[in-house]
């Protein structure tokens, strides 16, 4: 048996390991066939060779993460630990997709975040489906504004259908907007994540950058567009093959959605569901399937999505 010692620089080892040791056990948990003996300052780590080098690995991430944001928490311990021990099957894990407002660096953070990465460049067409909490949304947004930024695109078209939880326009208050402009919230909330407001709002005056409900799609083609249909598990049928046909020449399309997750008419069939069917083996479409393991919101996301998934399945 091979034993390392890693030592804590510049690192107060209550804050690091968390209250009741809770951050050190977690980590523990996760290398089950190791004996991870903590003392102080300093941690004694006893196993094979292999198994010492991958926990060396994620445990340098995690104090390159404390050293630089000067927090820790149980989610953010497993989102490291799962993405190290996953980045091999990744070719581009550590590119930052796009350099955000206030410098934030906005990159995939999970391993199927950078499968989508990795497949969209690759790929003129890409399906990511997955519940709520898994950046998928986010991570489509950051790389329609990359593909902007770079100029690979003229112009991000970014629409949703306009249903939702059961609620009618009509009986909204406002113009076309106002009522609308609701709907459109998250794709406006990732954009002022990662475009300054000044120029945000210049890309939207001139059209760069266009935020639509799904009904303003039809009879367009979108040649040289990064085209993104958010919450797709409400749109029918007839939708679905009206958007999916407005791809032109030099454009990239993300499907984003959650097939369980419909807000549509009981016994109406929704139009994500049938072309994940219909084109999962047509050349040039890929599908990235996200789950738990790829919440990064608070970490009781994570269970709740275990919990009601348990009773979808009795």
């Known amino acids: 048996m091979n034993e390392r010692i890693i030592e804590l620089v510049d690192i107060d080892p209550n804050d690091f390991f968390g209250p009741h040791n809770s951050h050190i056990e977690l980590i523990k948990k996760k290398f089950p066939k190791l004996k ?18 991958e926990f060396e690995k994620g445990f340098k991430k995690i104090t390159k993460y404390f050293h630089r944001y000067n927090k820790l928490d149980k989610n953010i311990i497993e989102q490291i630990l799962v993405t190290s021990k996953e980045q091999k099957h990744s070719k581009k894990s550590d590119d ?12 995939a953070l999970t391993i199927n975040q ?17 519940p709520a909490g898994t950046g998928k949304t986010y991570t489509a947004v950051a790389l329609a504004v990359r593909a902007l930024k ?23 208050p406002g113009d076309l907007k ?30 760069v950058i266009q935020i639509a409900p799904l009904a303003f799609m039809r009879g367009r083609t979108l040649d040289s567009a990064f085209v993104i249909l958010d919450e797709a598990q409400n749109t029918t049928h007839s939708q679905m093959k009206m958007f999916l046909t407005r791809m032109g020449k ?42 738990e393991k790829d919440v990064i919101r608070h970490r009781l996301v994570k269970k709740i999505i275990d919990a009601y998934k348990s009773i979808e399945t009795e």
Do not use: C, W
């Open 250 to 291: 030099h454009a990239k399309f993300i499907i984003t959605g959650d097939p369980g997750q419909t807000d549509l008419p009981k016994r109406q069939v929704s139009g994500l569901k049938e072309a994940i069917l219909t084109l999962k083996n047509l050349k040039g479409i890929e599908m990235v399937y996200l789950d």
């Open 36 to 53: 991870i003996v903590d003392r102080g300052d300093k941690l004694r780590i006893f196993g094979d060779e292999v198994n010492l080098n």
């Open 178 to 207: 106002d009522k609308l402009d609701p709907y459109m919230q998250p794709l406006y909330d990732a954009l002022r994540d990662m475009i300054p407001h000044e120029k945000l709002e210049s890309f939207l005056e001139k059209g």
């Open 114 to 130: 950078r499968k989508m990465v990795d497949l969209i460049d690759d790929n003129d067409m890409l399906f990511a489906i997955g």
């Open 150 to 172: 770079e100029k690979q695109v003229r112009k991000i078209v970014l629409t949703r259908p306009a249903v939702e939880s059961g609620e009618n326009l009509g009986f909204l």
């Open 96 to 107: 930052v997709l796009v350099h955000g407002v206030g410098g934030k660096l906005i990159k």
